[in-house]
């Protein structure tokens, strides 16, 4: 069964790889990371000029039809904050009566995103609960919140999960990190146990990314939802003072948190803050096309990749988001131009090009399309998402995301026999960027995914080059200004997209041999989000 499945997926594949260009790749994201589109922020100029083109490009595309009747768009309704006074968090030692202040966006950030509360948030003299990792979860017979009532206080996490700090696979996921320790997780089970704040730990190496992306306060746009008062994050610093106020020791009491003896208690401190947001909404826009199949087209596999970035900040700078996520789009529009090339006759399956706003704000555009899609997600047979494309060159090699949770990875693996290159283990598999994308808003409503990463042998430049040039590219370019499309073969971030095209080719295997054939990749057994 599966040989037939790949013989016929190959056969279509060979004749249309041939679409994927590093020219088309290149001349769409220097379109869509041009100045003119000032960093393509949600409902700005930006957000339009990009609609427009995508509308251009789809449209001209024999076979493609807009996702909604004459429509390529779906409206999302958006709830902003938008922070006018945001205090410093007092912090009252209730051993001695002493009084401190962790200074807003150096020590903690403190953000209200609840309009339901009004305009206006005080926390007063609240108590704080010390809950470990902040998980509750039967799956893994785990409950930080165990003989505690945590309702209308304050709460203190780590984010990750504890299987980071232990070499041990079958605790948790060992250093994959699972949902459980992303920080949406933390500030949805703090709103389920009725705290009134949360604040979470933050370390680097534990969250993936530095304290400058969490200080940022660029996340300050939501669907509509229940949350905490209060949400924020701690430096691992501030954390290490904070217990030492109390005469603990932090680093033992976070080893503590990690193993199956921790209980959760009350820390003899009280915090306070005030802060005052305007709420609105705001209108933005998902982009929705598809390519409609034949016998089973009730049925879809869906490509996705986010337009949104952070726009144009207070001092003129443009975030182009050149790699974050303008080459992902790039690669939709050279997918959509191949797979239109299959004969109706050969489609079996339809194909969704899911092109999301509001990703960097949280998933939020391929949320609202999960919970309103074209087609229903028990008829959604899988995902392919890009985000952050190879931009340094081609390798030998390919990792994904999440990969061992389904059979879509057995397709990847053909697909990369066919270019002949191996599939390897994520060495960043520990910064759960699998939950940070927009696939996983159809991962955990049951849809398999595949996700790719990049590969990190680089046939010309060694086995060392491309982490190196990964982990200095997100220190200084991953959500900066700098992160551009760069010409000048002098500069080290200079583009070669000779990977991306490797990467952006194995995606059209997957998705092509699942449009002209009946297989329907299955969640592994244990799969954290099996239908």
Known sequence: MMEEVLAIGKRVYHDIQGLISTKDLLEHTSVLASDEFGGRYMNTPGETLTINYLTKQFSSIDGILPGFTDEYTQSVMLEVHQPKVTSNVTVTDLIDNTVADLEHSVDVTSRCHNSSIGSKVDLIGNDVVWVGFGIDSPKFNWNDFDGINVAGKTILCLVNDPGFYHDDDSFFSGKIMTYYGRWTYKFEEAARQGAKAVYIIHSDDAAGYGWNIVSQGKNNTQLSSDRCSVEGWITNDTAVSL??????????????????????????????????????TLQSHNFVAHLPGNESSDEAIVYSAHYDHFGIDEEGEIYSGARDNAIGVAGLISLAKALSLIPLEQRKRSIVFLIPTAEEAGLLGSEYYAREPIFPMEKTVGCINFDLINIFGPTSDITFYGYGNSQMDFLAYEGAKIQGRTVEPDPFAANGMMYRSDQFSLAKRGVPFLFPNMGFQHT????DYLVDISKKWTAECYHQPTDKVVADPNSIWCWDLRGARQDVQIALFVGCTLCVSDFKPQWLPDAEFSR
């Open 243 to 280: 217990f030492k106020l109390c005469g603990l020791d932090f680093e033992n009491e976070k080893a503590l948190a990690s193993t199956t003896s921790f209980r959760p208690y009350t820390l003899p401190l009280k915090f306070s803050v005030h802060i005052e947001n305007n709420f609105s």
């Open 460 to 463: 010309e430049k060694g086995n």
